[in-house]
């Protein structure tokens, strides 16, 4: 017993010595062993390689000595100053994304022709020649076959089919020729019975077609919308930046007056360095929008699909001031009649529906009809001199016995839990296109009180910098006071621009909201 013992006291000491050499912290270690040895010294290796690969830019050269790569020595970029119109046209057949939603429409066409394809007379032929031979017999043979295959309406299969043979036994001097002609049919009684399902999958692909030119219709009429708000965003930053340079030019005046009443003494220094740091400020802010501004307009550019060699400018074309003379209680149904994607959208409701009647329909017992009818022949004559022609026919019925029908009902359960889903969202979609339409409305008249209102504060700045500038002259202002009237004009007329074009885009946004919105080959949209 103690010899027992001692026996199983020696496996128990090494099975705990084996457990703790596997432990989670040795094999820490090993992995972060193994991993050194693969990673370790390839980040200095690759620095290296990059150290003796790196170029570097060439040494800034003195702004008045010609440099063969400078700016004078570059080929000169040709400049576009674009209108709306001309935007929307150049956005139309450059712009990657517009090509890629086109792309997209013709591979959809594409895939429907060859859905199509199948629903058709299908032919094939085949051609096949075989030579043969050896010490005692040597000999060939040719056959031609075709055959033609047709789906039926009703989900079954009709096929013909003939062939010829002819071989050839050289040793012997034996010929021979074949033919024979057959005619097949098959169709479904039960399961896969029915226009519906036979024909399911050319509806789906036309209604996949159809759905594809909407999508498409309303990818352009945002797109179009989407040009104008950059478009005329584009012209907000320029206005701004002319808003800016006429500050800036108002604020030198100021500097240069506050400069001069001081050397008459009739103001302080410190009104002089307030005009001083305002004016700096002002090129600092202009220097900024500047830059701003150069930055957008090569990103237009680059939207717009247009070369480096080319450079964008934009007119100044604010977008006018057009009311939406619609009713907003009627402008629900109109959308509900209108909209592409409405129609879209219930028509994805019939397809969920025909989809739940095809999943109940294959839940049916699998019961088909098979006929067919053939002719062999051969040109070989009988002893009477006469063709042999065998005919050959059968007609049967096949029955599958539904033993595992677990996908069938999986696939039924599933197709009447995706119609619920699809009527729970469609209601639910309805609901929020009323919402919104009136939200919209309330929005475009919210808009248009704000921009009555920036041009009722724009006209009162303008006053106010009159009268501070006209107070300051008399000594009861400081200049401060003109600073902060000029700089609050300054943003009410950049206000005005902004406000202009929300207003532009929110009526647009509207127009398309209500399917009212056409859009011609360039891109433009029919006023």
Same mark, same amino acid.
């Given at each position: 017993?103690?010899?027992?013992?001692?026996?199983?006291?020696?496996?128990? /000491?090494?099975?705990?010595?084996?457990?703790?050499?596997?432990?989670?912290?040795?094999?820490?270690?090993?992995?972060?062993?193994?991993? &050194?040895?693969?990673?370790?010294?390839?980040?200095?290796?690759?620095?290296?390689?990059?150290?003796?690969?790196?170029?570097?830019?060439?040494?800034?050269?003195?702004?008045?000595?010609?440099?063969?790569?400078?700016?004078?020595?570059?080929?000169?970029?040709?400049?576009?100053?674009?209108?709306?119109?001309?935007?929307?046209?150049?956005?139309?057949?450059?712009?990657?994304?517009?090509?890629? #939603?086109?792309? +997209?429409?013709?591979?959809?066409?594409?895939?429907?022709?060859?859905?199509?394809?199948?629903?058709?007379?299908?032919?094939?032929?085949?051609?096949?020649?075989?030579?043969?031979?050896? &010490?005692?017999?040597?000999?060939?043979?040719?056959?031609?076959?075709?055959?033609?295959?047709?789906?039926?309406?009703?989900?079954?299969?009709?096929?013909?089919?003939?062939?010829?043979?002819?071989?050839?036994?050289?040793?012997?001097?034996?010929?021979?020729?074949?033919?024979?002609?057959?005619?097949?049919?098959?169709?479904?009684?039960?399961?896969?019975?029915?226009?519906?399902?036979?024909?399911?999958?050319?509806?789906?692909?036309?209604?996949?077609?159809?759905?594809?030119?909407?999508?498409?219709?309303?990818?352009?009429?945002?797109?179009?919308?989407?040009?104008?708000?950059?478009?005329?965003?584009?012209?907000?930053?320029?206005?701004?930046?002319?808003?800016?340079?006429?500050?800036?030019?108002?604020?030198?005046?100021?500097?240069?007056?506050?400069?001069?009443?001081?050397?008459?003494?009739?103001?302080? #220094?410190?009104?002089?360095?307030?005009?001083?740091?305002?004016?700096? /400020?002002?090129?600092?802010?202009?220097?900024?929008?500047? &830059?701003?501004?150069?930055?957008?307009?090569?990103?237009?550019?680059?939207?717009?699909?247009?070369?480096?060699?080319?450079?964008?400018?934009?007119?100044? #074309?604010?977008?006018?001031?057009?009311?939406?003379?619609?009713?907003?209680?009627?402008?629900?149904?109109?959308?509900?009649?209108?909209?592409?994607?409405?129609?879209?959208?219930?028509?994805?409701? &019939?397809?969920?529906?025909?989809?739940?009647?095809?999943?109940?329909?294959?839940?049916?017992?699998?019961?088909?009809?098979?006929?067919?009818?053939?002719?062999?022949?051969?040109?070989?004559?009988?002893?009477?001199?006469?063709?042999?022609?065998?005919?050959?026919?059968?007609? +049967?019925?096949?029955?599958?016995?539904?033993?595992?029908?677990?996908?069938?009902?999986?696939?039924?359960?599933?197709?009447?839990?995706?119609?619920?889903?699809?009527?729970?969202?469609?209601?639910?979609?309805?609901?929020?296109?009323?919402?919104?339409?009136?939200?919209?409305?309330? #929005?475009?008249?919210?808009? /248009?009180?704000?921009?009555?209102?920036?041009?009722?504060?724009?006209?009162?700045?303008?006053?106010?910098?009159?009268?501070?500038?006209?107070?300051?002259?008399?000594?009861?202002?400081?200049?401060?006071?003109?600073?902060?009237?000029?700089?609050?004009?300054?943003?009410?007329?950049?206000?005005?621009?902004?406000?202009?074009?929300?207003?532009?885009?929110?009526?647009?946004?509207?127009?398309?909201?209500? +399917?009212?919105?056409?859009?011609?080959?360039?891109?433009?949209?029919?006023?």
């Amino acid at each position: 017993m103690p010899s027992e013992l001692r026996r199983w006291s020696v496996v128990l /000491t090494a099975s705990l010595a084996l457990c703790a050499c596997s432990s989670p912290a040795r094999f820490e270690r090993e992995s972060d062993a193994i991993v &050194e040895e693969i990673l370790g010294g390839r980040a200095e290796r690759l620095n290296a390689d990059r150290r003796a690969e790196i170029r570097m830019p060439e040494p800034a050269r003195d702004a008045t000595e010609p440099s063969s790569t400078g700016p004078a020595a570059a080929e000169p970029r040709e400049l576009r100053r674009l209108t709306l119109r001309n935007a929307l046209e150049c956005a139309v057949h450059g712009n990657r994304q517009y090509t890629g #939603e086109r792309e +997209g429409l013709y591979q959809q066409a594409l895939s429907l022709y060859s859905t199509r394809h199948g629903f058709g007379p299908l032919l094939t032929a085949t051609l096949n020649s075989v030579f043969s031979g050896g &010490e005692q017999l040597d000999s060939s043979s040719t056959s031609l076959g075709v055959g033609v295959s047709q789906r039926l309406p009703w989900g079954g299969s009709l096929s013909a089919n003939a062939s010829a043979a002819a071989t050839q036994e050289h040793a012997v001097q034996l010929e021979g020729t074949t033919a024979g002609a057959s005619i097949a049919l098959r169709q479904p009684l039960l399961r896969g019975f029915g226009h519906e399902t036979a024909m399911e999958s050319l509806v789906q692909a036309e209604r996949g077609l159809l759905y594809s030119i909407r999508e498409f219709e309303l990818f352009r009429e945002n797109f179009s919308i989407d040009v104008a708000r950059r478009f005329y965003g584009l012209v907000q930053q320029r206005r701004g930046l002319e808003n800016q340079r006429r500050n800036l030019e108002d604020v030198i005046f100021f500097r240069r007056q506050a400069e001069a009443m001081f050397a008459l003494g009739d103001t302080t #220094e410190l009104e002089v360095l307030r005009a001083r740091r305002s004016e700096l /400020t002002s090129q600092n802010d202009l220097i900024s929008a500047e &830059e701003d501004l150069r930055r957008a307009l090569d990103s237009f550019r680059i939207f717009l699909g247009l070369p480096d060699t080319v450079s964008v400018d934009v007119e100044d #074309e604010a977008p006018r001031f057009a009311e939406l003379p619609y009713d907003a209680d009627s402008a629900v149904e109109v959308a509900l009649h209108n909209r592409l994607d409405v129609l879209t959208r219930r028509q994805r409701l &019939e397809d969920s529906e025909r989809s739940l009647r095809i999943a109940a329909n294959s839940a049916m017992p699998d019961i088909g009809l098979s006929a067919s009818y053939g002719v062999d022949g051969s040109a070989d004559p009988d002893v009477d001199g006469r063709r042999v022609d065998v005919p050959d026919w059968s007609i +049967g019925f096949d029955v599958g016995l539904p033993i595992d029908r677990t996908s069938e009902r999986e696939s039924l359960r599933r197709a009447q839990i995706a119609h619920g889903q699809a009527l729970r969202s469609h209601e639910e979609f309805l609901q929020n296109l009323a919402v919104d339409i009136r939200s919209a409305f309330r #929005e475009l008249e919210r808009r /248009t009180q704000s921009l009555d209102i920036q041009r009722q504060l724009i006209f009162d700045q303008e006053r106010n910098v009159k009268i501070a500038q006209l107070r300051f002259e008399q000594g009861d202002f400081s200049n401060r006071d003109v600073v902060e009237a000029q700089q609050a004009l300054l943003e009410a007329r950049n206000a005005l621009i902004r406000e202009q074009v929300d207003y532009e885009i929110a009526r647009l946004g509207l127009i398309r909201d209500l +399917g009212l919105l056409f859009i011609d080959e360039h891109g433009m949209w029919d006023e």
